[in-house]
């Protein structure tokens, strides 16, 4: 059973700490994408990826936040220093057809 | 830029009976795709229907079906012979050609009675 793997689930830190959230990617899918679900804000795109090349971070503040993917079976979304603003629902998801995108299960950031 | 709008936040439907959740959007785009997706309170999100602009058939999966109005930039969502198992919030969202960026509205909470 294919599916976008999240870790960690649920993580709580304190303020000015490094936060990585890791995501593997369904294997095959050439495009991996980072959303940001908030109460305010709803459902944001941070970064997104098509064959590991960064195509578009305009929605990832720059300052403290980076996306990477080392390899295929990896992508990182890093937070540093941590904010309690940051506090939310962190999202990965991949696809392979325009415009679809299959999500894990999401990684619930509270930063205190 | 892209624009989703759902206007219901919050809907009800008793178990066995028939919903529609409204969405419209805005684009500047003639290739977009169109989606619906599903966040039960285990937090996933669910791809439950996609939909190709240029098609005009509607898409139906199983016991959802859309009805899309292109001129009028509507995408509604029918489900028909409700489930618990269908209490979630839903989000219409859309993507243009040449994306894969997802711009999501605000989502329909959608309760099933028994």
């Known amino acids: 059973d294919a599916r976008v793997t999240q870790t960690p689930r649920d993580k709580v830190t304190e303020m000015g700490q490094e936060v990585t959230m890791r995501c593997q990617p369904i294997?095959?899918?050439?495009?991996v994408f980072w959303y940001r679900q908030t109460m305010m804000q709803g459902l944001e795109l941070l970064a997104y990826?098509?064959?590991?090349?960064?195509?578009?971070d305009s929605g990832m503040p720059k300052d403290r936040f980076s996306a990477e993917m080392p390899d295929a079976t990896l992508a990182t979304l890093k937070i540093q220093p941590s904010e309690p603003r940051d506090s939310a629902v962190y999202f990965c998801?991949?696809?392979?057809?325009?415009?679809?995108?299959?999500f894990g299960q999401g990684t619930r950031l509270t930063v205190v | 830029a892209q624009t989703v709008t759902q206007s219901q936040p919050e809907m009800s439907v008793q178990e066995a009976e028939t919903v529609t959740l409204s969405c419209t959007y805005d684009?500047?785009?003639?290739?977009?795709?169109l989606f619906w997706y599903k966040q039960p309170p285990s937090r996933q999100m669910i791809l439950v229907i996609r939909?190709?602009?240029?098609?005009?058939q509607n898409a139906t999966e199983n016991r959802f079906s859309v009805n899309f109005q292109k001129a009028a930039k509507s995408f509604s969502l029918k489900i028909s012979d409700s489930q618990l198992g269908d209490t979630a919030m839903y989000f219409c969202?859309?993507?243009?050609?040449?994306?894969?960026?997802?711009?999501f509205g605000k989502g329909t909470k959608l309760t099933v009675n028994p």
């Open positions: 969202a859309t993507a243009q050609g040449g994306s894969e960026k997802l711009v």
């Open positions: 684009t500047s785009e003639s290739n977009y795709y």
């Open positions: 939909q190709e602009a240029y098609k005009q």
């Open positions: 294997l095959g899918h050439n495009t």
């Open positions: 990826f098509r064959n590991r090349a960064p195509l578009d």
């Open positions: 998801a991949s696809g392979l057809r325009q415009g679809e995108a299959f």
